[in-house]
């Protein structure tokens, strides 16, 4: 056996090796001014939703209304809300007269699966923007992602204080509400409804949406006189809490809070009515439940158990005004299925995105940021709606929500109670729940 | 050539072209046909590639070797990733440190979990290692939320210290992971007609680890030691009755293992300064242990090849949809080409899972030594009656 290192077979490692360490840096790359510039005659739109774990219902319903978003942009089918939309420059001829085409990934709702597949689409498949998910912990990871790649990341359903709080990024962008403004449109209709000396339980998925939309409606309902009397974390994976609602009867709590979503939410709420939680009476009063953040899939995953049930949603399908009337039929001619409020949301965040860029006449990042910063627009089904620069935030009404005790169709499970203002549910950009972190300068990467 | 005859050399020269050339290899359709969508050669999965190449490679050692299945090597991927994060947030983005802690921690972590898991054989010590890598995943993704950042995963921000480096760039955009001024995530793209190759060096920082830990691995099969290991897996009951204590034989495995798994961990977050907890949980134990038997447990290529196999079905299958198979489709009339279809949108986009299942079941079944074995039957049925002898001599047979 030849075990010597000789000095030949040196010489020609050290030549192989040098040519292999010298070769990626001999080429230089064409010159573009920022990632993944659009250069033929399409324009790729980069669609992360989950497709399996417990938000795929969701996932599939933010998938459908990109499609159609694509489909209006494209001047197919009867435009939507691109009739109904306060800004006019967008035509039907693709964004910039440049066709729309998409790839979709499987974000599983884990970062990491997120971030990758976000990834492949920027390197990959030269995607200019992500947008999608409906998941917060998800959102700050592939918004993180965007940042870093230099391309612009338009939030799907993302509901934590973080996404544009202390995790809040330049090239990130929100439509959706958040926790705080669930608490605030929230605690002023329980407290009229249950009264002013309630004892709250929460129970809480355990991450980044749990955690802040936790410390949003403790806030917001202890400045109106309730009591917290504890809070317990459930992980996101869970299907099953059993364990987690028997310890609520050794307690004299009257109200339960769900801060669950998705799947969890219709699991957690269906183990609570089969305890026998709805018809306990505790401190003489009825126990109660409440799902702060609702949607109508959630809603139709619970069946009977959501009747009375109070909550706060970002847009509901039965609302009058033009623009949701729109949406409402166009979706509905396609699939035959009145959309949900994370379809609406992701629908509207791609119309902001590519009004933005004909606004701007450029898919350059940091153009298309300035763009959206400060934006006011209307006619998107939530009424008046500002983009606020500060911290890319939408600020718009927010819908107290309740069950409907007759449903009249298997769609339509949810009344509108309230439209709670937007002033009401406005604070400032460096309000404590949101404090810690900075946008940072916008990138263009390349 | 460095210690290696001649055969285990040119396979870690046929290793290290492959690793070179790789963003040629992987891209053989150009850019804008049909088929780029089969193309892998963009650096997220290219780093992938060589990223669980490491892990595999490494779980081999102790899999192949020792027989000695770990169901719970995924915890030192995750410890070793969370090491590089935090060095780089009180650090700095050099990844020479990162990637150091990564594998130090790891060792660690792997010789307390071994020390105890390794009290047993067959099932039981699966079993135990399986335990403890739910348990790490079970704290990283809720108890310890402080130092793990719970299900968001750990991050780095505006704030971080960094006392070697600097807190924020000029811009105001947290650093990128550099080795010594080269940073990880540039890309350097060649056009070439049609086509457009990528060549990014974190993927060639990985690449040059991979060969690194490959050539340890081959020396490693080749020792001493490794008769050792593999004698264990024969019998360690015989063993035992010659009054050979085998223990610090399947430890020393064990941590270098876990090292190795460690090392994968340190490059995945060098390649992206993120950490998630769904890195430790079970299923991706299962991953690793599915990549070394579909490329053939006991070998040295084998575990390479699985990881690529596994992540190319992984990255490029589930990017398959709707849409896409109706555009390949549309030739055909409406009422077929739905009813198609509808039969392969199953088995590609989330459904890649159902065919990778099947595709693991037909080798188990039918090339029990991966695709090893598949290559050299291949071999055997068009090469010369030598080429097939030399081929079962740089593999190992596995013992059962």
Known sequence: MNNKLTRRGLLKTGAVGGAGLALPTIFTSGASAFTNEPMGGTVTLGFNVPQSGPYADEGADELRAYQLAVEHLNGEGDGGMLNTFSSKVLEGNGILGKKVEYVTGDTQTKSDAARASAKSMIEKDGAVMITGGSSSGVAVAVQGLCQEAGVIFMAGLTHSNDTTGKDKKANGFRHFFNAYMSGAALAPVLTKMYGTDRKAYHLTADYTWGWTQEESIVAATEALGWETVNTVKTPLAATDFSSYITPILQTDADVLVLNHYGGNMVNSLTNAVQFGLRDKIVNGKNFEIVVPLYSRLMARGAGENVKGIFGSTNWHWSLQDEGSKAFVKSFGTKYGFPPSQAAHTCYVQTLLYADAVARAGSFNPCAVGEALEGFEFDGMGNGKTLYRAEDHQCFKDVLVVKGKDNPTSEFDLLEVVEVTPVEQVTYAPDHPMFAGGALGSCNPGA | ?400
């Open chain 2, 1 to 400: 050539m460095l210690g290696l005859n001649k055969k285990d050399a040119t396979l870690l020269g046929v290793v290290a072209v492959l690793v070179i050339f790789a963003p040629f290899i992987l891209n053989p359709f150009p850019a804008d046909s049909a088929m780029a969508q089969f193309n892998a050669g963009y650096p997220d999965l290219m780093q992938r590639f060589v990223i669980f190449g490491i892990f595999a490679v490494g779980f081999n050692l102790l899999f192949g070797l020792t027989g000695y299945l770990s169901f719970g090597h995924a915890a030192f991927l995750g410890v070793g990733s969370y090491s590089a994060v935090w060095m780089f947030k009180l650090l700095s983005m050099n990844v020479i440190p990162a990637i150091l802690l990564s594998m130090v921690i790891a060792g660690l972590f792997a010789l307390l979990i071994g020390f105890i898991s390794l009290r047993r054989t067959g099932i039981y010590f699966s079993i135990l290692t399986l335990a403890f890598a739910e348990m790490s995943f079970r704290l990283a993704y809720s108890v310890l939320t402080p130092i793990t950042n719970g299900e968001t995963g750990l991050q780095l921000t505006l704030e971080d210290p960094r006392i070697l480096g600097q807190t924020a760039t000029e811009s105001g955009g947290i650093p990128v992971t550099n080795l010594f001024g080269l940073e990880m995530r540039s890309t350097e793209v060649l056009n070439l007609g049609g086509w457009s190759f990528q060549f990014n060096n974190g993927y060639y920082m990985a690449g040059a680890l991979l060969l690194v830990a490959f050539y340890i691995s081959i020396r490693i099969f080749r020792s001493p030691f490794g008769m050792m290991l593999r004698a264990v897996k024969s019998n360690q009951q015989r063993m035992n009755y010659t009054g050979l204590n085998t223990k610090p034989y399947t430890l020393a495995a064990f941590v270098i293992s876990g090292m190795y798994a460690g090392l994968a961990g340190g490059l995945m977050a060098s390649m992206d300064p993120l950490a998630g907890a769904e890195r430790m949980q079970w299923t991706a134990s299962g991953e690793v242990v599915l990549m070394t038997i579909l490329g053939g447990a006991g070998t040295l290529i084998g575990p390479v090849l699985g990881a690529g196999f596994i992540k190319y079905f992984e990255n490029i299958f589930s990017k398959i949809n709707e849409a896409v198979l109706h555009s390949w489709f549309h030739a055909l009339p409406d009422g077929l080409e739905n009813a198609i279809v509808w039969v392969f949108e199953h088995f590609v986009g989330s459904g890649w899972h159902l065919t990778l299942g099947l595709l693991f079941m037909l080798v188990v079944t039918f090339l029990p030594g991966g695709l090893v074995e598949g290559g050299q039957r291949l071999g055997r049925l068009f090469g010369r009656k030598k080429d097939a002898e030399e081929k079962t001599a740089t593999q190992s047979t596995p013992a059962e």
